[in-house]
């Protein structure tokens, strides 16, 4: 019982220093392995420091095949990625070690295990109690997970000290020397454990019975590598083609890479019988074969990084999907925030970008109509409203996890904007709608009319291109030249339909005409309205408040010098 409670103790420990350094450092890490791994050395390399500082590289792998999954990573990248991971989480075993380090009398106990768990709990503590700042919480729970990992790791030493003296326990770890025998236990044992740096940590407990030779960990270690793949396995559930391959990586990896360094060294033992086989490990021991076996590894692969993609295809045949990367909003990464707000953040783009076309197109059917056209902004606006329900989902979803500041305010930004992006492109259909109407009932305009539908369309072009670029861009200087936009194209369209009133009486247009052009001149309004509470959002979410009644009254009631200067700037350049 003491055994099972230490083992308890020390994967929640790890657990709870690992979540506490992807909360310090991985949200940076997570956009770093993202954005820099284009040629395969630097993504070995990342894929081992960020393994190394998370702790995990099932975490590493899963982030990866989401990646891949959501079409930002190629499966190439992912293969160097995951074999960095495969080295980073020898780490681990290096920092167990610590759980070894003696003590002495006088100033030496100082350095002894339990003074360091000691103080390092004591100050975790501290800091997850009172301090105010959620860096230093964080700071606290790593701390305190190293501190509850050292007391499991101490526990299940003092469990196992007793088990060399056991003929049963000698017995195991003599038939664990054959090496396929120690291969298959150690991939159970870490396949159920789920957690490579855990089965490696229980080993280095193991060792310290003083009966573990060489020969015995050695195969365990290999089987270790191959068992911590599996977890990464289930990754691969509800993904598409390049994400199953993605997933498939670290399994081929490590067998492929674990059985030629087994065939390697057995073969070169049976041929000059190594005399350290017999050797007796203990946990430093054991954490630097861990490491050396994974350097062979990775080393072993990383020139034939082309093969290894290769393999994976074929066993998971089928095409690339060329689906639209911006829909695939991954759901592994919502326990990774960063991630899951640059993706939403990329979707929110391609949404806005979506929509800007729509209403250029429509805007230009008004003038040369076609059935394509038209079939073309009705495919946009129906992939808008798909973008929308998508983005509403996910961004609930990402809200009920703990984010920093700079992320909460991204993810209030855009989920108070998608309405007004879809709003823009139904506007959008309902323009080439009235482009439809004149082209079906044979109507023309007069030229006066004409000339009038081209000014406010070509503001609210205007509009549309200077807020949506202000939205990308994160420009609220911008953003803040939209109101007065907003209020001159306001303007206009009620001087607009004046005149169309005075042509209605002079019998220069019809009704029928009238109807098609005040429904323009409402979707013109409308459109130029969302642009408005796009940019009102941004200003506001931007500077923690977001009441916009009361921002635009104030705008609107102090007229400032800027807003003058804006609204005449846009009355000359669009004057009738």
Not at 3 to 27: E, H, P, Y
Not at 66 to 78: D, E
Not at 176 to 190: E, K
């Amino acid at each position: 019982m003491t055994l099972v409670g230490g083992v308890a103790l020390f994967l929640f420990g790890m657990t709870l220093m690992g979540d506490g350094l992807k909360k310090v450092a991985g949200s940076k890490l997570e956009l770093v392995l993202y954005r820099l791994s284009s040629t395969p050395f630097r993504a070995v390399l990342l894929g081992t420091g960020v393994t190394a500082v998370i702790q995990s590289s099932c975490a590493t792998s899963v982030m990866t095949v989401g990646f891949v999954n959501s079409g930002m990573m190629k499966v190439r990248q992912a293969v160097s990625v995951i074999l960095g991971a495969i080295l980073g989480t020898s780490i681990t075993g290096w920092i167990i070690c610590l759980s070894t380090v003696g003590g002495g009398s006088g100033i030496a106990s100082i350095f002894s295990t339990a003074t360091l768990t000691a103080s390092v709990a004591l100050v975790g503590i501290l800091f997850r109690m009172f301090s105010k700042k959620q860096t230093l919480r964080h700071v606290g729970d790593i701390m305190m997970g190293f501190a509850v990992l050292m007391f499991g790791m101490s526990s299940m030493s003092g469990a196992v000290s007793s088990l060399g003296e056991a003929p049963g326990f000698r017995t195991m770890l003599i038939s664990m020397s054959n090496p396929l025998l120690g291969i298959l236990a150690g991939a159970v044992f870490t396949a159920v454990l789920q957690s490579a740096s855990a089965a490696v940590g229980i080993i280095q407990a193991l060792s310290m019975t003083g009966e573990l030779p060489f020969e015995t960990a050695l195969p365990l270690l290999m089987g270790v590598a191959i068992g911590a793949s599996f977890p990464v396995l289930l990754s691969a559930v509800g993904a598409n083609t390049d994400g199953r391959r993605a997933a498939l990586v670290y399994p081929v990896a490590g067998v492929v890479s674990a059985m030629a360094c087994a065939a390697v060294f057995y073969i070169a033992n049976a041929i000059f019988r190594f005399p350290f086989l017999e050797e007796i490990m203990n946990p430093v021991r054991i954490a630097a074969l861990n490491t050396v076996l994974r350097f062979a590894m990775v080393g072993l692969l990383a020139p034939f990084s082309d093969v290894l993609e290769a393999l994976v295809a074929l066993l998971v045949p089928g095409k690339t999907d060329e689906s639209d990367p911006a829909l695939r909003l991954e759901e592994r990464f919502i326990r990774h925030p960063s991630i899951a707000v640059e993706q939403s953040r990329q979707t929110v783009e391609a949404m806005a970008n979506l929509t800007e076309e729509s209403l250029d197109e429509a805007l230009e059917l008004l003038h040369t109509f076609s059935a394509d056209g038209y079939q073309a902004v009705k495919d946009k606006e129906v992939a808008v409203d798909r973008y929308e329900d998508a983005l509403g989902t996910y961004l609930v979803k990402l809200t009920g996890h703990e984010l920093t500041e700079r992320q909460n305010k991204d993810v209030s930004k855009f989920l108070h904007t998608l309405s007004d992006f879809e709003r823009i492109s139904d506007h959008a259909l309902r323009i080439a709608d009235s482009a439809a109407e004149l082209k079906e009932k044979n109507l023309v305009f007069s030229g006066e009319a004409k000339h009038e539908l081209d000014v406010i369309g070509s503001a609210v072009r205007e509009i549309v291109r200077l807020t949506f670029r202000a939205f990308i861009d994160g420009d609220r200087e911008a953003a803040a030249r939209v109101e007065p936009f907003e209020e001159w194209i306001d303007s206009l369209c009620g001087e607009l339909k004046l005149h169309h009133v005075e042509r209605l009486q002079k019998g220069q247009c019809t009704i029928h005409q009238g109807f098609v052009f005040n429904d323009l001149l409402t979707d013109y309004r409308r459109v130029s309205d969302h642009c408005s509470n796009i940019a009102v959002a941004m200003i506001e979410l931007e500077a923690d408040l977001f009441d916009t009644h009361e921002y635009l009254s104030q705008v609107k009631e102090k007229r400032s010098a800027d807003f003058d200067r804006v609204y005449g700037e846009y009355s000359a350049r669009f004057a009738l």
